[in-house]
């Protein structure tokens, strides 16, 4: 995908070459199909479009540039894993979760073919090297979610260094004191990775930093709820994605001009697709770059995604961290309560998970909610029944998907997809 030529820096990277070509030149052809032959996009995709077409390059040597520098690079898989902290020792997180199926034989050696794709994409990506952001971190960081990934990292330890965060199940009080001595542990880790002390000044800037991407994703949203909406879910999955591995502050000042594109639009009541297409919400497990598979079939389908509740969504960017608190005691503080809103479906009982579903839907005026849980996930396919019985009783119809990263089952997801859609019929404006 890229136009300037990176080949020494992945080879110093120990990239696989001709596999690393042949997944960018995949990712230039779906990229190509999915969103640059949409009509009437926004200018300020532009910005988007050259990230994406720089994510194994220009980013990456960005990485490298500020690793020869001296800062480090963390990886991550989850929402949960407090970017404020990272900050304010002065290194880059980037998040590893990769979309696509690219590995999975290399990974089954080493989990268990029933594992999620979401799983065996990141051991992939590894184990046939092909991720340069997995070569360029200098500390990977997992955490107790769900079963498939705590045991994945295990034997993934064996190939990076790894560090595991432990997530508690509920949300009691106990359950808070640990993830407060879990915030704490690992902000003694950043400390000793870096060097750097983390004082109360870098803590308050990275709270800032990170609330400001949230507040411009928070803004974004909400315009969304115009009818006509005046962007498309595929261009949103593809901002919420770049949000996790972009420079937080170019990131934000990108969206908030976006905005102010969009705001212009919504005033003109102009949108990506007529008042009557029914407009609907995704929920479930987080879609990570390049998984762009479900959108596509939605929005090729007659509808338009006004919503994600989802990881890669508005479940990062809910909840604002406490901006108010001094000391470093109090931010920690405040960085436990923000994070244990997470709705997870790792947690039990998730009560306010079905709490936002119901509220998103209401907020964005939505005619149906799709709900995809990645095969294998136990946690998001037990709570595909939750959000199913809740939705009924809201007279919100849904429809729920199984799926994965291949296109064996396109054709099939565009059947019930298009059933779906007929289902639910034009809007009434
Ligand atoms: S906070 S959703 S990012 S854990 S799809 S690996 S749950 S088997 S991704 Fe997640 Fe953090 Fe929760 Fe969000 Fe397991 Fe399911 Fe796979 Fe999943």
Known sequence: MTAINHTSMWET??????????????????????????????KGMEYLDFVLSEVHGLRIKELQDAKESGK?????????VPEELTLAADAIQVGLCSGADAGTEAAEKIVPRNTCALIKSFVGFKLAKICPYTESCDLVVGETTCDGKKKAYESFAEHVPMYVMEVPQQKNACDRDLW???????????????????????????IKTVNDRRRALQRLNKLRAAVPVPISGRDVLLINQVSFYDDPVRFTTSINTLCDEIESRVQKKQGVAESSVPR????????????????????GSNAVVVGEESCIGTRNTRDLVDESADTVDDMIDAICDRYLKIDCACFTPNTERLENITAMAKDLNVDGVIHYALMFCQPYANEALKVERIMKKEGVPMLSIETDYSMDDLEQLKTRVGAFIEMIGSREN
């Open 13 to 42: 990277l120990n990239l696989d070459i001709p596999a690393h070509d042949g997944l960018l030149e995949v990712l230039g052809k779906f990229y190509n199909d999915i969103y640059l032959s949409q009509e009437g996009r926004l």
């Open 72 to 80: 480090k690079v963390i990886g991550t898989f989850c929402v949960f």
């Open 180 to 206: 407060k001595a879990e915030i704490l542990r690992f902000k003694d880790e950043l400390e000793t990775l870096t060097g750097n002390k983390i004082t109360a000044e870098r803590l308050k800037e990275a």
């Open 280 to 299: 609907l919400l995704l929920s479930g497990c987080p879609m990570a770059v390049p998984n762009w598979k479900l959108p596509f079939v939605i929005e």
